[in-house]
């Protein structure tokens, strides 16, 4: 089956690569995730995956993947009856690795990538499908129209997909979530101006044409940008909470170990941020 609406060039063209980073992870004898449906969609999807073939930065997006899995699965612990929303969902598989049986989930995404998805994905009265942009106010009314209250446990995560706004984009993005969604918790990654400034030669974004515009050198202007938001956790990949690292193969924290010893800009500018909204 071919990849609707995925063509080269576009912003969604990059949803493959995390896809390809979980199916590449899936084939080791000691995966990350294990994640046997991005096998399936690899395989099922008419693209030329071997663009990225032995990319390093694959397994940093399987990194990124385990710990917003990892939030979510804290979330869902604490409140097993809460809502999940996944902005910029992708091809990603979140609802099959920690859904709780409980939990509603949302998964919002530009309309084309919402096709692929629906081609491979079944429905689920648990589980809401709704087209659209992260910029515009639609999804997050249909979110907080469906919410059982106004505070009403809620976490929305944005996995690779602000940091392809303009700063300006992303700054009133924020703000209308906020507004919309009050007390929520936000899981988004950001991008320092080392890896902005060097995309083009990125081992896998190099090989695409969407470019990141957003260079965000410390995640606490988030608190700035939105007035009594709280900083809950900032990570960088060589430094993910004990709790995720101690349950990675051996050969993973070996690799981390290595990388967090060269301190790379390109590593520690990429920053993994749990925020929890005003």
Same mark, same amino acid.
């Given at each position: 089956m071919t990849a609707p609406g995925i063509r080269p060039g576009t912003v969604q063209e990059t949803l493959l690569i995390p896809l390809y980073g979980r199916a590449v992870d899936h084939a080791r004898a000691e995966p990350v995730l294990g994640d046997a449906r991005a096998a399936e969609l690899v395989t099922a999807i008419d693209y030329d995956f071997a663009r990225f073939d032995g990319v390093p930065s694959l397994l940093g997006a399987v990194l990124r993947t385990a710990l917003f899995d990892h939030w979510t699965r804290e979330f869902l612990a604490d409140h097993p009856d809460g809502t999940v929303v996944e902005i910029g969902t992708g091809l990603n598989t979140r609802?099959?690795?920690?859904?709780?049986?409980?939990?509603?989930?949302?998964?919002?995404?530009?309309?084309?990538?919402?096709?692929? %998805?629906? +081609? /491979?994905?079944?429905?689920?009265?648990? %589980?809401? +499908? /709704?087209?659209?942009?992260?910029?515009?106010?639609?999804?997050a009314r249909a979110v907080a129209a469906a919410r059982p209250a106004p505070d009403a446990p809620l976490l929305l995560s944005a996995e690779a997909v602000l940091p392809f706004l303009p700063e300006d984009e992303a700054r009133t993005t924020l703000a209308m979530t906020a507004a919309r969604l009050p007390g929520a918790w936000l899981a988004l990654d950001t991008a320092g101006p080392a890896i902005v400034e060097t995309q083009d030669s990125h081992d896998a974004l190099g090989k695409v044409q969407a470019r990141m515009r957003w260079a965000c050198a410390d995640p606490a202007v988030l608190t700035d940008w939105l007035p009594g938001a709280r900083l809950l956790a900032v990570h960088t990949l060589t430094s993910l909470p004990a709790a995720l690292v101690d349950g990675l193969p051996g050969w993973c924290r070996e690799t981390l170990a290595g990388l967090a010893a060269q301190r790379l800009p390109q590593v520690e500018e990429y920053r993994l941020t749990l925020l929890r909204l005003p």
């Open positions: 609802y099959e690795r920690v859904d709780n049986g409980r939990a509603a989930w949302f998964e919002l995404d530009l309309p084309e990538v919402m096709e692929l %998805r629906a +081609a /491979h994905f079944p429905a689920s009265p648990r %589980r809401t +499908a /709704h087209a659209g942009s992260v910029t515009g106010p639609a999804w």
